[in-house]
Every structure is written in C-alpha cells, then in structure tokens.
C-alpha cells in the first residue's frame, strides 16, 4: 500500500517562483489536509478539502491555493513564493464519517526551500 | 478554539529509564486525544489514539497513555526507553463534528535517548 505520496520530496525556488506540490492517497478517503511544519510550531493547517471538488481554508491559507479535482488527488500551489514560505509541507488524508474522527494518514513530507 | 500544550521541547533519557512525555488541552467537549511520532526525515505515524471507553490507552512500541478529564490532559509513557524511540512526538486533538474532522497539534517534544 502506497498510502499517502507527495512529490517533488525536495524543492529549492527562487522568490517569486511558482510551483504545485501533489498529493496522491489511495485509501479512499474523504478528507485530506495541507499543513506546514515549522520548528517549534509543530502543525499548522494550511488548507483542506472534505470531498472532491471541495476546499477551505485553514489557520494559514495566506499565499496558498488549492484544488481538488479528483477525489485522490490534494493539490498545493504557491502562485509567487517568498522567504517564508520555506518549509516542511505534509499532506495527510483521513476517513470522512459523520460525529466521527478517524485518525490522519501522512505523506513523507516536501521539504521547500525559497531564496 | 482548541489549544494543546506539550510541555518541553526537548526531553533526554538514558535508555532503560522512563519516558514521560505531557499534553495539556483545553476543551469544552470530550475530545478525541491522539499521539503522533516523527522519525527523522519522516512523516507522523499514529502512536495511539482516545477516542471513548478506557482512558488508559495503549500504542505501538510498548507506548501508552492515560486520558484524565479534570487535569485535561493526555501524557504519554513508557516504561522503560530505547534507542529506538529517539523522534519528535506531537500531541493533538480533535472534536467530532458533522462534516470536518480538525486537529490541533502541540508544537512537539524531541526524546533523545542516551546510550
């Protein structure tokens, strides 16, 4: 089981660049998530979507955007990257039920780095 | 908004002693209570998880965790540490709701485990 998939793992750009980060689950769930990881400021929830075609925002939505098209795929997208913007992004996806929490299954996490 | 406090950024035994890891939350409702570990240059995996029934828990790893309402707070043992659970360990929480599952995470403590 492939479970959670992220690509690029590594990225490097350069202020005011562009890029997509994917996420790709196979589990079939509802809801998948977009968090940033920071030391010291453990996770913070970027974005989110509860289905497919669905997104929202999270606690830091700010430079940010969002698709999801297919139910498998969470898509990231910084239209013009800066500085702080420079850090470890995870893509997790949970089981969507009704007055029930299902527990988060995470990707390996891309590291992004912005000069 | 739910908040969770981990206390200490940085934890270090020696192998063999006790690993004590503390959650504190802040919540009106009963949450659901989770510890997720993080192995370097990984992504989080579940440890154990609260949702209902008995308030000690127990994990992966020979890891468990005591839920106590009136201290509102989520501490993680283990009896006795190895090498092997050298990783940065996140606290989080979550309430069930109709149609989004949130979590919220502490900001993490690193365990490094002394030969």
């Known amino acids: 089981n492939a479970g959670v998939t992220q690509t690029p793992k590594f990225r490097v750009l350069k202020t005011g660049q562009s890029m997509t980060l994917l996420c790709a689950q196979d589990?079939?769930?509802?809801?998948m998530y977009w968090y940033r990881q920071d030391p010291g400021m453990g996770l913070r929830l970027i974005h989110y979507?509860?289905?497919?075609?669905?997104?929202a925002k999270g606690e830091v939505p700010d430079g940010y955007n969002v698709s999801r098209l297919k139910k498998q795929n969470f898509l990231l997208g910084l239209e013009s990257a800066a500085p702080s913007q420079t850090s470890v992004y995870f893509c997790?996806?949970?089981?969507?039920?009704?007055?029930?929490?299902?527990?988060?299954?995470f990707g390996e996490g891309s590291r992004l780095t912005v000069l | 908004a739910q908040s969770v406090t981990q206390l200490g950024s940085h934890v270090s035994v020696s192998e063999g002693a006790l690993v004590l890891l503390r959650c504190n939350y802040s919540?009106?409702?009963?949450?659901?209570l989770f510890w997720y570990v993080q192995y370097p240059n990984q992504g989080l995996q579940l440890l154990l998880k609260?949702?209902?029934?008995?308030?000690l828990v127990k994990g992966i790893n020979g890891f468990e965790a005591e839920f106590k309402k009136s201290e509102t707070s989520f501490h993680l043992t283990k009896p006795s540490a190895h090498m092997s659970d050298a990783a940065e360990y996140f606290c989080?929480?979550?309430?069930?709701?109709?149609?989004?599952?949130?979590?919220?995470f502490g900001s993490g403590t690193k365990l490094n485990v002394k030969p």
């Open positions: 979507s509860v289905g497919e075609g669905t997104t």
């Open positions: 919540s009106s409702v009963p949450p659901y």
């Open positions: 589990m079939n769930h509802e809801y």
């Open positions: 997790a996806s949970s089981s969507g039920r009704e007055y029930t929490v299902g527990e988060l299954f």
């Open positions: 609260y949702t209902t029934g008995a308030t």
């Open positions: 989080a929480v979550s309430e069930p709701a109709y149609n989004f599952n949130k979590f919220y």
